[in-house]
């Protein structure tokens, strides 16, 4: 049986996930999720959300929990570069966390966007869900603000610009870190159009890089 990844396309979690697949080279199919219907996820992995991946025998549920099962069933070629294991997992907690909370602010107009093409109702039950994690009238509040949370997010990507002189990778291998920075990255050219901001040409061409990458692409 063929993976079934389940996903919504601009999750960046889904993103972090979909390139180790790619990476390790193992064969999955694609589930867009529908973000009103979530039937058929309800029915494979007992919850609501995505990222989950479906293997013959096992389901596994959220972004890094995946990626370990992942390393355990297929370790070559490893996310986890000799003694790195305990920094990657660090990044990679920080990027999904705090990384997060400051690029979706910016990427929130295309995801609604995104859901508006998909339906009223979809865009709808996007809007209500923030609403009801962030507050009433949270989507348009952080539309309006948009000038002050560019300047945030870019304050958070500036150190890892200057990680990333001169290397391809933020540990010099590629590890589960750069899959992570790739996912958050990826709110930022889910579109079709890299919005990353064309002063980090660092991470720019960190994001194309991973953006390509393969089972062997490892330099």
């Given at each position: 049986?063929?993976?079934?990844?389940?996903q919504?396309?601009s999750?960046?979690?889904c993103?972090?996930?979909?390139?180790?697949?790619?990476?390790?080279?193992?064969?999955?199919?694609?589930?867009?999720?529908d973000?009103?219907?979530?039937?058929?996820?309800l029915?494979?992995?007992?919850?609501?959300?995505?990222?989950?991946?479906q293997?013959?025998n096992?389901?596994?549920?959220?972004?890094?929990?995946?990626?370990?099962?992942l390393?355990e069933?297929?370790?070559?070629p490893t996310i986890?570069?000799?003694?790195?294991?305990?920094?990657q997992?660090?990044l990679t907690?920080?990027?999904?966390?705090q990384?997060?909370?400051?690029?979706?602010k910016?990427?929130?107009?295309?995801?609604?966007?995104?859901?508006?093409?998909?339906?009223k109702?979809?865009?709808?039950?996007?809007?209500?869900?923030?609403?009801?994690?962030y507050?009433?009238?949270?989507?348009?509040?952080?539309?309006k603000?948009?000038a002050?949370?560019?300047?945030?997010?870019?304050?958070e990507?500036?150190?890892?610009e200057?990680?990333?002189e001169?290397?391809?990778?933020?540990?010099?291998?590629?590890?589960?870190?750069?899959?992570?920075?790739?996912g958050?990255l990826w709110?930022l050219g889910?579109?079709?159009?890299?919005?990353i901001?064309e002063?980090f040409?660092?991470?720019?061409?960190f994001y194309?890089r991973?953006?390509s990458?393969?089972?062997v692409?490892?330099?």
């Amino acid at each position: 049986m063929k993976a079934r990844f389940f996903q919504f396309h601009s999750s960046p979690f889904c993103a972090k996930v979909r390139r180790i697949l790619e990476y390790k080279g193992i064969e999955y199919e694609t589930v867009e999720v529908d973000y009103v219907d979530r039937a058929e996820l309800l029915r494979v992995s007992g919850q609501l959300y995505v990222p989950v991946l479906q293997l013959e025998n096992e389901v596994l549920i959220d972004s890094t929990p995946i990626a370990m099962r992942l390393e355990e069933l297929h370790p070559s070629p490893t996310i986890f570069p000799p003694g790195t294991r305990g920094v990657q997992l660090s990044l990679t907690r920080f990027f999904d966390e705090q990384l997060e909370d400051a690029i979706f602010k910016v990427a929130l107009p295309d995801e609604i966007k995104h859901y508006r093409r998909q339906g009223k109702l979809q865009e709808a039950f996007f809007r209500l869900i923030r609403d009801r994690i962030y507050g009433a009238g949270f989507c348009d509040r952080i539309e309006k603000e948009r000038a002050q949370n560019v300047q945030h997010m870019e304050r958070e990507l500036e150190p890892l610009e200057g990680a990333l002189e001169g290397k391809g990778f933020l540990l010099g291998r590629m590890g589960l870190a750069d899959f992570a920075l790739y996912g958050q990255l990826w709110f930022l050219g889910f579109t079709g159009e890299l919005k990353i901001p064309e002063r980090f040409p660092n991470l720019r061409a960190f994001y194309q890089r991973l953006n390509s990458i393969s089972a062997v692409a490892e330099v």
